[in-house]
C-alpha cells in the first residue's frame, strides 16, 4: 500500500517536471519569447534533455539504494550469523597462551566459511549484479547530462576528445618509429 502511494507521488513529480520543462522548450525555441543567447539560449534548449536525464537518475537511484541496502544486509547478516559460530565455540578453548591464536584461527575459518558461501549464493550473485547494474546506468546518465551540457556550451564531447587522444597517441607513435628510422639510416651512412 505504501509503495502504490510513493509511486502515485513520484509519477505526480514526474508529471509536473515535465509540464515545466516542456513550457521552457517551448519559451526557448521561440526567439522573442525568450532574452536568453548563446550558451544559454543552448542550454534552455536542451534542458528538457536533462530534465529527462535527472529523472531517469531518480528512479534508477531508488533502485540503486534498495540493491546497495540489500547488499550490506546480506554482509550484515552473514557477519552476525559467523560471529555466533565463533561465541560459542569460544568456551570450548582450553585456557593458555594459545587461546588467542586458536580463537583467531576459529574466527579466520568460520568467517572464511560463511562468507564464502554468501559470496557463491544465488542470491547475493543477483543482487549484486543489480547494483553493478544500476551503477553503471547511473553513469550513463551523468555521462549524457555532461554531454549536453558541453554540447550547449559549444565544447567538444568526451567522445570526441578521447578520440583526439587516441589520434595523438598514434601519431607519436609513428613519429617514434620514423625518428628510430632516421637513427638508423645515419648510423649506417656514418660507419660508411
Known sequence: MQSESSKD?????????????DIIHLMSSKPQALTSVGPMRAFATNSKKISMELIEINEDLMEFNKH???YYKQLSDAWGVAQKKVNL???EIPQGI????????IWIDIFDNDFTELFDSEK??????????KELELTKHWNNITNVILQSANLPSKEEIDEVYKEIHSLKKRVGKLELELKKKEMKKNSK
Not at 9 to 21: A, N, P
Request: glycine content about 6%; charged content about 25%.
Open 9 to 21: 507521488i513520484t509519477d505526480y513529480y514526474k508529471h509536473l517536471s515535465l509540464f515545466w520543462t
Open 124 to 133: 547475493f550473485g543477483n543482487n549484486y549484479g543489480k547494483l553493478v547494474s
Open 68 to 70: 546497495l541496502t540489500e
Open 98 to 105: 594459545e587461546q588467542i591464536d586458536a580463537l583467531k584461527e
Open 89 to 91: 565455540k569460544a568456551p
